[in-house]
């Protein structure tokens, strides 16, 4: 029974890097579709977003059977619980990703936006995809040294989410509508994926030491500003 028990817990943990690889290649491919207007790899975030949530529904079938069968306790306990909310907050990056790749793809055969907002976006959507491959290293290693580098890199996407403001509100800059959109909602899409990348973090952190770390990153770049 108990070599039964570590074999599952083992195929939860790969089960669980198997999708945050799949989360940070969805990410990958949504800032290139971004950056080049590059059709394929735009569907081709969108079509497999249905295998994200097939991964999330087979970690929260795994760590229920786990829980209900095995009665996990001490370390093997936080890494069922954990598994579980790593599983929901991957699932919401590969949403984020999702939601990049609609834009790249709306806008195709131009790219989403041009000139400065074109820079300044397609650098934040090269940060996420940055912090997506740094989680899957995190969760697949259970290294808690990348946890804290995630956590502190996170400012780099919050602060050119913060000129993202700066741009639309530049009467200068002369956007269209359509520009001014696109550039809101892109931001706080790549925002938010890296926000979930600091929840994995302070998740990975809680597993290995024990210690709670709270799972909210903070007030968001909006709530900063309105604050």
Do not use: C, W
Request: hydrophobic content about 40%; aromatic content about 4%.
């Amino acid at each position: 029974m108990r070599e039964e028990f570590r074999n599952e817990m083992r195929s939860l943990e790969e089960t669980l890097t198997m999708m945050a690889r799949s989360a940070a290649k969805a990410m990958d491919r949504a800032s290139k579709s971004l950056r080049d207007a590059n059709l394929g790899l735009a569907e081709s975030v969108i079509d497999a977003d249905s295998n994200i949530d097939a991964f999330e529904r087979q970690i929260e079938e795994m760590t229920i059977s786990l829980l209900a069968r095995q009665a996990p306790v001490a370390s093997d306990l936080r890494t069922v619980v954990t598994a579980l909310r790593i599983g929901t907050i991957l699932e919401r990056m590969g949403d984020l990703a999702r939601h990049v790749a609609y834009i790249a793809r709306g806008r195709f055969p131009q790219t989403a936006v041009d000139g400065k907002a074109y820079d300044l976006l397609v650098k934040m959507a090269e940060e996420a995809a940055h912090t997506g491959k740094k989680v899957e290293q995190m969760i697949e290693n259970q290294d808690i040294d990348l946890a804290k580098q995630i956590e502190i890199e996170d400012d780099r996407l919050d602060e050119l989410h913060r000129e993202t403001f700066d741009l639309v509100l530049d009467e200068n800059n002369d956007l269209t509508r359509q520009t001014v959109v696109d550039v809101v909602l892109l931001g706080r899409f790549l925002e938010r994926y890296g926000d979930q990348g600091v929840n994995a973090a302070r998740n990975m952190r809680f597993l290995i030491t024990g210690l709670h770390v709270d799972a909210d990153p903070g007030p968001s770049t909006e709530e900063e500003m309105l604050g």
